[in-house]
């Protein structure tokens, strides 16, 4: 087994019991709460999250350009770990005065304490994000995978203690997820070695006006994934967030194997010149097409029995908003890999453009779908957006490589490898 198929075959197990884990967390939190408070948990942590990936500065995607130009590799960690912890409290500081101003009209949340305690682990959650990174890009995945699984274990086992004890409480859920994001710096901290005597100011005013020029773009990737919950909060109940919510958690699944296949192929199209970094991203991006489309239809033909049975029949309603997803998701993961070699052409604003067409268009067909067909309509909508944002960059792909759409399609080869990796792994676990 090669040394990339042994770092694929980890990270796949790694993050299988990630699933296992918030699979438990959340039908711990979905029994304890119930619709309306899996939504009031879930509005705050989607403030926190949307902090973090607007407030990032696109850094990371910075790091992985001045990594590719042979930068003093030392101060990139240093550099992560001080951008980290003050980019994050800068971002913390502004969210928490936006959702103040604005109001509970425009934002409606449980407390301003929930919120105070999401907001405050951001900066140790940007720090990690840096640093884990960095991690990858030193081909160091496993550690990543060990943070994060660190960070699963101290959220689902203090979940199942509190809900054996005692009533779980939107507060106490919000408090284990702040839990869960700060405690992998514990771990990458270590494995990544930042000195502070390697701090380059120089550096880091690069690593900002770079991230800079892609951040519009990223900021806007990540909110086509989170602005349909914030617009069905708006217009909606608490209840119907906490059903869709679901669903995008599940739906999101379907993407384990192919961020996994993205993330160990990294080194490998950021190493080599821009032929072989084509090569690589086509052979990479058939094989995720095959596990996407496998994702997909298992999740679909298992979600309609399941979801009732595990988080409760008062979830039942989600089912159908997680199918409408499943066709987005899948042209997304399909495509994951082209991402990367994007990247490496260096053209933000173009990258922008994109992330930016299929966000306006998310909103725009949310705003049209909901009032008339609920979460249904904002799934639809998001399903929608996400195959433009595919499509764009496939098309980007294709231009400036010089292949054929066909190419990007997987052949008997590939099946025939997928199966073959998957009856290797299936008899060494004695299946």
């Not at 682990?121 to 995945?141: E, F, G, T």
């Not at 979940?159 to 009533?167: H, M």
Request: hydrophobic share 55%; with cysteine.
């Amino acid at each position: 087994m090669t040394a990339a198929v042994r770092q694929v075959a980890h990270t796949v197990g790694i993050r299988a019991l990630l699933v296992v884990l918030g699979a438990v967390s959340g039908v711990v939190i979905a029994r304890a709460l119930q619709p309306e408070g899996r939504g009031a948990y879930y509005v705050i942590t989607t403030i926190a999250t949307i902090t973090i990936s607007v407030g990032h500065l696109s850094i990371e995607q910075s790091q992985v350009w001045l990594w590719s130009r042979g930068v003093d590799r030392r101060a990139l960690a240093a550099n992560g770990l001080v951008l980290g912890l003050a980019v994050g409290t800068l971002a913390a500081v502004a969210a928490g005065v936006l959702v103040g101003v604005l109001g509970q009209d425009v934002i409606p949340i449980a407390g301003y304490g929930q919120l105070a305690t999401a907001l405050a682990a951001i900066p140790y959650a940007m720090a990690v994000v840096y640093l884990n990174n960095i991690l990858v890009l030193r081909s160091r995945v496993q550690v990543v995978n060990t943070a994060a699984l660190l960070g699963g274990v101290l959220q689902c086992g203090p979940l199942l203690l509190l809900a054996y004890l005692t009533r779980l409480s939107s507060a106490e859920v919000v408090l284990l997820w702040a839990v869960s994001v700060t405690v992998p710096l514990a771990v990458v901290v270590p494995a990544a070695r930042p000195r502070l005597r390697h701090w380059d100011r120089s550096l880091a005013r690069r690593a900002v006006d770079r991230g800079l020029r892609y951040h519009l773009g990223l900021t806007s990737l990540f909110l086509l994934f989170r602005s349909d919950i914030l617009i069905l909060d708006a217009m909606t109940t608490t209840a119907a967030v906490g059903l869709y919510s679901l669903a995008v958690s599940l739906a999101e699944l379907t993407r384990l194997v192919t961020d996994a296949i993205a993330q160990i192929a990294l080194p490998r199209q950021l190493g080599t010149d821009d032929k072989g970094a084509a090569a690589a991203t086509l052979a990479v991006t058939r094989l995720s097409t095959i596990v996407a489309v496998a994702s997909a239809v298992l999740m679909c033909l298992a979600a309609p029995p399941l979801v009732p049975l595990v988080y409760g029949k008062a979830f039942a309603g989600s089912v159908p908003s997680l199918i409408a997803l499943a066709p987005g998701l899948l042209a997304l993961g399909a495509t994951r890999p082209i991402g990367a070699y994007l990247l490496r052409l260096d053209r933000p604003m173009l990258a922008s453009s994109m992330s930016v067409a299929a966000l306006l268009v998310n909103v725009a067909l949310n705003f049209a779908l909901v009032p008339f067909f609920g979460i249904v309509g904002s799934a639809v909508a998001s399903s929608i957006a996400y195959v433009t944002l595919a499509a764009l960059q496939a098309a980007w792909f294709v231009r400036a490589s010089g292949v054929s759409p066909r190419d990007l399609l997987p052949g008997p080869a590939e099946v025939a490898y997928a199966r073959g990796r998957l009856g290797l792994s299936a008899a060494r676990r004695g299946v």
